[in-house]
């Protein structure tokens, strides 16, 4: 039987990065287009040669589209690399690389944005091109800059994650514009949803991925008041996070790298949190907090990104 036929309402997905596109990717393939919303951070965007970038954004679209790069979970698959080739060439920036597959996108996007469109909109248009049939919508179409404190300043997160390969020292974070950010229209229709069946934060990182998203005008206050069930997926199994500088920001601002401070830094969002096996030693500290589901949450394949996507959805239901 197919999640689609036990697990009947709607669900909101929060989602940055490589982790949160993975289990989108597994969402999408047991629940029907119109059940899910994937609402995707955007504070990792910048403008760079003039173009607007979307990381997360794209890494969602290129995953579902199945066009991702599978060795990297980020860019395109079978890329090339003229346009920088040429760039470095003539001496210009080239820390961040845009494949040619990928420079087509923002050059398609820059082009609309310019016209008036918003990125919800241009997002949407970008889902139809590439035969991704989930709602997947920017978290805000205002702009919101996450910002990295280090000793040695603020760094936007880019240069922070790319151009510095998250050397810097991490203190804090803040998010540029957000206090005037307006909050997604579809993101804030699907919270207020009668059929909502429940929220799921993606295997995603809490402070720079997730962080953003709750940081919008009301969003924290909404989730924390929702009567449907809240669930995360733990980013980080063994002390270690999958992908990312989750686990390093972790140690930097002095928090024990597990998935107990995940629930800790969750507390008063979520009904239950779903950790991996190897920290199954966790269970009883998290479940002072919140409930918890002790499941496989590796995905390697795509057979485990559906199986999460299973497990995540069966937790909902047992929390309602």
């Known amino acids: 039987m197919t999640a689609s036929k036990i697990f009947r309402k709607n669900i909101v997905a929060l989602c940055g990065g490589v982790g949160g596109a993975k289990l989108a990717l597994g969402l999408s393939h047991v629940l029907p ?8 951070n955007t504070g990792d965007d910048f403008e760079h040669l003039g173009l607007k970038i979307c990381p997360d954004l794209d890494t969602v679209l290129y995953t579902l589209a199945g066009v991702n790069n599978p060795e990297t979970g980020w860019g395109r698959a079978e890329e090339t690399w003229s346009c920088m080739e040429v760039l470095e060439a003539l001496g ?19 082009h609309m944005l310019a016209s008036g469109q918003s990125l919800s909109a241009v997002t949407s248009h ?12 920017p978290m805000s179409d205002d702009p919101v800059r996450t910002m990295i404190e280090t000793p040695e300043g603020v760094l936007s997160f880019q240069h922070y994650f790319v151009k510095e390969q998250c050397a810097p020292c991490v203190e804090g974070f803040h998010f540029e514009g957000v206090t005037a950010a307006h909050a ?4 804030l229709n699907a919270l207020d949803d009668p ?6 934060f993606c295997p995603s990182n809490p402070f720079v991925s997730i962080g953003p998203i709750l940081e919008l005008p009301s969003i924290r206050e909404r989730i924390g008041s929702l009567r449907a069930p809240r669930i995360a997926i733990s980013p980080i199994i063994g002390g270690r ?13 002095d928090l024990p790298v597990s998935s107990l401070a995940v629930a800790t830094h969750y507390k008063g969002l979520l009904d239950g949190l779903i950790i991996d096996q190897v920290d199954a030693s966790e269970k009883v500290e998290i479940e002072r907090h919140m ?16 199986d999460l996507a299973r497990s995540s959805l069966d937790f909902l239901k ?3």
Not at 92 to 110: I, M, P, Q, V, Y
Not at 126 to 137: D, T
Not at 291 to 306: E, G, H, K, Y
């Open 92 to 110: 210009s920036e080239t820390w961040f690389k845009l494949g040619d597959k990928d420079l087509a996108l923002h050059l398609e996007r820059a």
């Open 184 to 187: 997604n229209r579809a993101f």
């Open 195 to 200: 059929n909502l069946g429940g929220i799921i």
């Open 126 to 137: 970008f889902c139809k091109q590439l035969g991704v049939s989930a709602n997947v919508v």
């Open 33 to 40: 287009p119109e059940q899910l919303t994937i609402v995707v």
């Open 241 to 253: 996070a999958v992908k990312g500088p989750a686990a390093k920001m972790m140690h930097e601002l």
């Open 318 to 320: 047992d929390l309602t």
């Open 291 to 306: 409930a918890s589901l002790v499941c496989p949450t590796l995905m390697n394949t795509l057979r485990d990104r559906i």
